[in-house]
């Protein structure tokens, strides 16, 4: 069986040494460091999940790439079947670590990348698709944890990529010999990419005559020569770093999500990882392909999860504080139900719909309308739902004081006293629970879920690619009996 145990996974990041900052200085283990090492808890779990009984069918499955065993984060979907796993996959992750599913992009990139090398090699005769089963075989024997990277920053939106002053605001090939390529460029956003094994990297938009070497797709290990990360710091970064118990946090092992920028400064990929150079036409396929597959995954997916821990910590604290029959609490509630049910029916739905893609080539995606229609309508409903939760939690949940003051002598039983509501809860749970609402409702997850797989602008844009109307207007026509044009 190709699965790693979670201490072989942690093992293995062992020997790894990618070059990390955070907070102005130098990480020198992410294993230690307290805030990267939530990423390592985060990952390892999926190898724990993979592994257990009660979750295995949904945290692994069959290749018949490799005829094994494999984690499903490393899995190309190949019927609807697979996709509805996928989903099903995204949400337990989600609601499990309270935090964000790391692995999901660049299992999502390989679902770009398989279709699209095969109908490169098919229409151009090059040789990626092969050589990108190499790869995905080498990470499905070597169960590795992939993080996926369409790259950014991108210059001036109003300017086309060849204006742009500086021409690596989009990564971009700079030499090239018979080894392979060297790239230069960055990604602002990628969630969790140090504490994977590998990178993969697609294009961040689609490409025209003249931005060949913008068009370019591949692999590489996360501490392979002139990769650079440049973690995010926050105030819950802060706290974290501070905490004097990790218990005191709102979401204690996993933490609130953690990303970086990673620099590419000249790194060399060899030609065996490379899976895409030059082919201008493609590059909008990658992009699109990943689109489709990873706002399935963002809208209707991992935000259900979300919302699953933020509707158990409404409930609990309608109970501590007695509201259990108050009705605009139970409507609030109510309606929270119907905006993650909302959310998930669309991630089913886009894995039921999801469809070969290209045909032929073996390669599954969820519907595209039900993928962007999800997506779309989580950025919406999240917000929503942190307001309805910021409501029942009431105030406490910006105003409490550390849990740390329950062990604080001179005030202890005065925080027991006034934060127990009366009931007989403990007094610590009670504050646990609104620490966890502050994770959610006073932290980085609105913004994060807004653009996290594109921001409302880039579904609708999809969307309006996609929907035509030729068939609603025959429906009137037809209703109405409408009479044909008069040609003139
Ligand atoms: C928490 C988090 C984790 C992420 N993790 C990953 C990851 O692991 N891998 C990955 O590849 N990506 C990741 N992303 C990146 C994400 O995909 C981008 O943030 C997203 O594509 C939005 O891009 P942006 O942040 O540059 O926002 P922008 O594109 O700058 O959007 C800001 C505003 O400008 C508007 N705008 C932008 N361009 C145009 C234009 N041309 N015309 C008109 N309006 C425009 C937008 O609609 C929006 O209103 C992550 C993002 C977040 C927030």
């Given at each position: 069986?190709?699965?790693?145990?979670p201490?072989q996974?942690?093992?293995?990041l062992?020997a790894?040494?990618?070059?990390?900052?955070?907070?102005?200085?130098l990480?020198?283990?992410?294993?230690?460091?307290?805030?990267?090492?939530?990423?390592?808890?985060?990952?390892?779990?999926?190898?724990?999940?993979?592994?257990d009984p009660?979750y295995?069918?949904?945290m692994s499955c069959?290749s018949?790439?490799?005829d094994?065993?494999?984690n499903?984060?490393?899995?190309v979907s190949a019927s609807?079947?697979?996709?509805?796993k996928?989903?099903?996959a995204?949400?337990?992750t989600a609601?499990?670590?309270g935090t964000?599913?790391?692995r999901?992009?660049?299992?999502?990139?390989?679902?770009?990348?398989?279709?699209?090398?095969?109908?490169?090699?098919?229409?151009?005769?090059t040789?990626y698709?092969p050589?990108?089963?190499?790869?995905?075989?080498?990470?499905?024997?070597e169960?590795?944890?992939?993080?996926?990277?369409l790259t950014?920053?991108r210059?001036?939106?109003?300017?086309k990529t060849?204006?742009?002053p500086?021409?690596?605001?989009s990564?971009?090939v700079v030499d090239?010999?018979?080894?392979?390529?060297f790239?230069?460029?960055?990604?602002?956003n990628?969630?969790?990419?140090y504490?994977s094994?590998?990178?993969?990297?697609?294009?961040q938009?689609?490409?025209v005559?003249?931005?060949e070497?913008?068009?370019v797709?591949?692999a590489?290990?996360?501490?392979?020569p002139?990769i650079?990360?440049?973690?995010q710091y926050?105030?819950?970064?802060?706290e974290r770093?501070?905490?004097?118990?990790?218990?005191?946090l709102g979401?204690?092992?996993?933490?609130?999500?953690?990303t970086?920028?990673?620099?590419?400064?000249?790194?060399?990929v060899?030609?065996?990882r490379?899976?895409?150079?030059?082919e201008v036409?493609?590059?909008a396929?990658f992009?699109?392909r990943?689109?489709k597959?990873?706002?399935m995954t963002?809208?209707g997916?991992?935000?259900?999860g979300?919302?699953?821990?933020?509707?158990g910590?409404?409930?609990?604290?309608?109970e501590?504080?007695?509201?259990?029959?108050?009705?605009?609490i139970?409507d609030?509630?109510?309606?929270m139900?119907?905006?993650?049910e909302t959310?998930?029916a669309?991630?089913?739905?886009?894995?039921?719909k999801?469809?070969?893609?290209?045909?032929?080539?073996?390669?599954?995606?969820p519907d595209e309308?039900?993928?962007?229609?999800a997506?779309?309508?989580?950025?919406?409903s999240?917000?929503?739902v942190?307001?309805?939760?910021?409501d029942?939690?009431?105030?406490?949940?910006?105003?409490?004081?550390?849990?740390?003051?329950?062990k604080?002598?001179?005030?202890?039983d005065?925080?027991?006293?006034?934060y127990?509501?009366?009931?007989?809860?403990?007094t610590?749970?009670?504050m646990?629970v609104h620490?966890?609402l502050q994770n959610?409702t006073?932290?980085q997850?609105?913004?994060?879920?807004?653009?996290?797989?594109?921001?409302?602008?880039?579904?609708?844009i999809?969307?309006?690619r996609v929907v035509?109307?030729?068939?609603?207007?025959?429906?009137?026509?037809?209703?109405?009996?409408?009479?044909?044009?008069?040609?003139?």
């Amino acid at each position: 069986m190709a699965l790693m145990t979670p201490e072989q996974f942690e093992q293995s990041l062992k020997a790894r040494k990618p070059r990390v900052f955070m907070n102005g200085k130098l990480v020198e283990n992410i294993l230690e460091n307290r805030n990267t090492r939530t990423v390592v808890e985060a990952n390892k779990a999926s190898y724990e999940w993979a592994l257990d009984p009660r979750y295995k069918d949904i945290m692994s499955c069959h290749s018949p790439l490799i005829d094994d065993v494999v984690n499903r984060y490393t899995h190309v979907s190949a019927s609807t079947d697979d996709l509805m796993k996928k989903a099903e996959a995204g949400t337990f992750t989600a609601e499990t670590l309270g935090t964000c599913i790391y692995r999901c992009v660049g299992y999502d990139t390989f679902h770009a990348l398989a279709g699209t090398t095969w109908e490169m090699d098919k229409d151009l005769g090059t040789a990626y698709h092969p050589r990108f089963l190499e790869y995905l075989k080498m990470v499905q024997r070597e169960d590795l944890s992939v993080a996926g990277a369409l790259t950014e920053p991108r210059g001036k939106r109003s300017q086309k990529t060849l204006d742009w002053p500086d021409p690596f605001l989009s990564l971009k090939v700079v030499d090239k010999n018979d080894d392979g390529i060297f790239v230069r460029g960055a990604k602002i956003n990628i969630s969790g990419a140090y504490a994977s094994h590998e990178l993969v990297v697609l294009p961040q938009s689609s490409h025209v005559q003249g931005e060949e070497d913008y068009a370019v797709a591949f692999a590489t290990p996360t501490d392979a020569p002139g990769i650079t990360y440049v973690c995010q710091y926050s105030a819950y970064s802060a706290e974290r770093d501070g905490a004097d118990d990790l218990e005191e946090l709102g979401n204690p092992r996993f933490g609130q999500r953690e990303t970086s920028l990673v620099i590419f400064d000249k790194v060399f990929v060899p030609w065996n990882r490379v899976f895409h150079c030059g082919e201008v036409k493609y590059s909008a396929k990658f992009v699109t392909r990943f689109a489709k597959t990873h706002r399935m995954t963002c809208g209707g997916t991992c935000k259900v999860g979300f919302m699953n821990q933020i509707i158990g910590a409404c409930s609990l604290i309608q109970e501590y504080k007695g509201l259990e029959k108050v009705s605009h609490i139970n409507d609030q509630l109510t309606e929270m139900v119907v905006l993650r049910e909302t959310g998930r029916a669309c991630g089913m739905a886009a894995a039921i719909k999801g469809k070969e893609d290209p045909p032929g080539s073996g390669v599954y995606l969820p519907d595209e309308v039900m993928g962007n229609v999800a997506k779309l309508n989580i950025c919406n409903s999240f917000w929503r739902v942190m307001a309805l939760a910021g409501d029942i939690g009431g105030g406490l949940v910006v105003t409490m004081p550390s849990l740390k003051e329950l062990k604080n002598p001179e005030v202890k039983d005065y925080v027991n006293e006034f934060y127990s509501f009366g009931s007989d809860e403990p007094t610590e749970n009670i504050m646990k629970v609104h620490k966890l609402l502050q994770n959610w409702t006073a932290g980085q997850h609105g913004v994060g879920t807004w653009h996290g797989a594109g921001p409302v602008m880039a579904q609708k844009i999809a969307l309006q690619r996609v929907v035509k109307f030729d068939r609603e207007k025959d429906i009137v026509k037809h209703t109405l009996k409408l009479k044909e044009k008069v040609h003139s």
